[in-house]
């Protein structure tokens, strides 16, 4: 661990630390799901950078997809007590970033994460 997370995580209040971790959960959320997206969406839209669904068979195996992957996130947010305001918080602002800003911040914000290798 660096001396600014250490020194961040003395002085941070719980909420910020539950925060932060949140965050970058929901980080991995998008980038995870948009890969997976990638690979059975048949459609493309070039200016949001986000695969898209052509069939109802697509569109039915990435919402399964994504459903199960954020009930795992919610239910591990729930095991560390992390408030529900808190979580929709991060996952609003992690909503806002592109493929390629999420795989950026995820190399900052939790460098030991192999972003080939997440699952």
């Given at each position: 661990?660096?001396?600014h997370?250490?020194y961040?995580?003395?002085f941070a209040?719980?909420?910020?630390?539950?925060?932060?971790?949140a965050?970058?959960?929901w980080?991995?959320?998008?980038?995870?799901?948009e890969v997976?997206?990638?690979?059975i969406c048949?459609?493309f839209n070039?200016?949001?950078?986000?695969?898209?669904?052509?069939s109802?068979?697509?569109?039915?195996?990435i919402?399964?997809?994504?459903k199960?992957?954020?009930?795992?996130?919610?239910a591990e947010?729930?095991d560390?007590?992390?408030?529900?305001?808190t979580?929709?918080?991060?996952r609003?602002?992690?909503?806002?970033y592109?493929h390629?800003?999420?795989?950026?911040?995820?190399?900052v914000?939790?460098?030991?994460?192999?972003?080939?290798?997440?699952?």
């Amino acid at each position: 661990m660096d001396f600014h997370r250490e020194y961040y995580e003395i002085f941070a209040s719980p909420s910020q630390v539950h925060y932060e971790h949140a965050f970058v959960k929901w980080l991995e959320y998008y980038y995870q799901t948009e890969v997976y997206d990638r690979r059975i969406c048949s459609g493309f839209n070039e200016k949001t950078q986000s695969a898209i669904p052509l069939s109802t068979v697509e569109y039915t195996d990435i919402n399964r997809n994504a459903k199960r992957f954020m009930n795992k996130i919610v239910a591990e947010f729930r095991d560390k007590e992390i408030d529900e305001d808190t979580w929709r918080a991060a996952r609003y602002e992690a909503a806002r970033y592109s493929h390629v800003k999420i795989e950026d911040l995820l190399t900052v914000l939790n460098p030991t994460i192999k972003l080939g290798e997440m699952k």
